[in-house]
């Protein structure tokens, strides 16, 4: 009826039926076995525990992604962002494209050359970053690379929120200066670098640098920095001092924001770790034009658990439970249990017919003992009715009949020598006896006997049987006596 729902089901049904343990056997089917699960989106969304990634000094992960806008003067419409992930230090860089090039030109022309080579890239499965240059360059570097799950932004949050930051002061921008945010990007950036991060407790310029940035402002009002060093060498001790002391307070500040973050994220954890061997269904999240309202909330296919990627890490490995499709790596986000759904039954394969060629022998048909079998001699063409003499002899009275057989050269046949009486002796060559069918009638009860005295010449008939060794035994036409 429509599947509504435990709550109507159940009402539909306690008004015309009932048995016992009745309102627990509907929520049981309608949750869990019935197939329209599979179309429904659930009440509640998975959410598997938060994992927080941990860094201690700069550049050992840098988190990268595009970020699309509209096009401003110049054709410029993707800004490559780059986020350091300790020091929480952001570059942006306009470009025209988002190809594999371009990301690689400017990652490893600029700003490579001028913070230096990080020692882990994080990115998604873009087709930018996921190609052959860029791994190349990535190996020639000596830089490992990891990337996000399948539709699992999360997995790199700290260039998505940089992303949300950027666009929310672009919008303050007014009218005119929209039309080309390019000239206003490096502006910008450097604001949000010069001020102090809450996570860290320090701006991503101080942990970076080590030192405070000049501004306009204090130029403008002469505020100058009152320490001074006496050389170099007293320059780098309080510098390596006060860095040290930095990381260490920034260090304590991220791990006590990722255990509030993480404390808040998992209140709301609605799901539980998955065993191998274990079913369960994959978020339908492929575009395939339209709206996509329609569209069925889980795939059709269900999977089974092959293994889980790490002890506390919610991704694991799935594979087709019935097809030979490929295995998939996969969040947990993203997959929800099916233990009740029924088996879907194993889809035959098609049967393959293969044409016959011209070098393939043709079949050969053996004769069948059973006479009811249907078999019989294959004639490779058809024969055409020739007339045949029939002789009379005591194997007539059975029923039986004789078929003349002649080689295919025939020679004039020799007068059969006469008998007194007028009676005369028929010769016949090699007559084989074949056993015929029942709803097979024989040629002498279907033609006239012949009376005349004058012998005509047998007829030849070709039929494919075995040999049979018999031997030329005349017959002898019996007629009333003369008076």
């Not at 840098?62 to 401003?72: E, M, N, P, Q, T």
């Not at 407790?201 to 080590?210: K, R, T, V, W």
């Not at 991220?254 to 998992?266: I, T």
Request: glycine fraction near 6%.
């Amino acid at each position: 009826m429509g599947h509504q729902g435990v709550d109507r089901t159940v009402s539909l049904v306690r008004d015309r039926f009932f048995w016992p343990y009745m309102q627990s056997d509907i929520e049981h089917y309608v949750t869990k076995v019935c197939s329209c699960i599979k179309q429904k989106k659930p009440c509640r969304d998975t959410r598997a525990p938060l994992t927080n990634i941990v860094t201690t000094q700069p550049f050992e992960l840098v988190c990268i992604d595009f970020l699309h806008l509209d096009k401003c003067k110049g054709g410029y419409e993707y800004i490559l962002v780059i986020v350091d992930h300790f020091t929480r230090f952001a570059q942006a860089y306009a470009t025209t494209s988002k190809s594999g090039k371009t990301a690689a030109n400017i990652i490893f022309n600029d700003y490579a050359l001028k913070f230096g080579f990080p020692c882990r890239i994080h990115h998604d499965q873009g087709g930018e970053f996921e190609n052959q240059l860029f791994r190349q360059l990535t190996k020639l570097s000596g830089i490992t690379g990891s990337r996000t799950k399948p539709y699992h932004p999360m997995g790199n949050g700290q260039v998505e929120r940089m992303n949300r930051t950027l666009l929310q002061m672009l919008k303050t921008l007014t009218e005119k200066q929209k039309t080309s945010w390019k000239e206003s990007i490096n502006k910008l950036m450097y604001a949000y670098n010069c001020t102090r991060c809450e996570v860290t407790g320090y701006s991503p310029f101080y942990l970076l640098f080590g030192r405070t940035p000049r501004l306009p402002v204090d130029m403008l009002f002469g505020l100058y920095s009152d320490s001074c060093f006496s050389d170099h060498r007293d320059y780098a001790d309080k510098w390596k001092k006060g860095m040290d002391e930095a990381y260490v307070i920034a260090n304590e500040h991220a791990r006590k924001s990722a255990e509030k973050s993480k404390k808040y994220y998992d209140t709301k954890v609605t799901s539980s770790a998955l065993q191998p061997g274990e079913r369960v269904l994959i978020k339908n999240l492929t575009p395939r034009g339209g709206s996509g309202k329609l569209r069925d909330y889980w795939e059709d296919a269900i999977h089974t658990v092959v293994r889980q990627m790490g002890p506390d890490l919610p991704i694991y490995e799935v594979k087709p439970e019935r097809s030979k499709g490929r295995s998939r790596v996969l969040h947990r986000n993203l997959l929800m249990s099916c233990d009740h759904l029924p088996f879907e039954p194993e889809k035959d394969s098609p049967t393959v017919h293969k044409k016959q060629t011209k070098d393939q022998p043709v079949q050969e048909f053996q004769e069948s003992d059973d006479e009811d079998s249907g078999d019989g001699y294959c004639l490779h063409k058809a024969l055409p009715q020739l007339p045949v003499t029939q002789s009379l002899d005591p194997t007539a009275e059975t029923g039986s009949p004789v078929v003349e057989h002649q080689p295919s050269a025939p020679e004039p046949a020799a007068p059969s020598p006469e008998l007194p009486g007028g009676d005369h002796l028929d010769v016949i060559d090699s007559p084989p006896q074949i056993e015929t069918r029942e709803a097979t009638t024989s040629v002498a009860d279907s033609q006239p006997l012949s009376s005349t005295s004058s012998p005509s010449p047998p007829s030849t008939v070709l039929v494919e049987t075995p040999a049979v060794d018999t031997t030329s035994r005349p017959h002898r036409e019996r007629h009333p006596p003369r008076r």
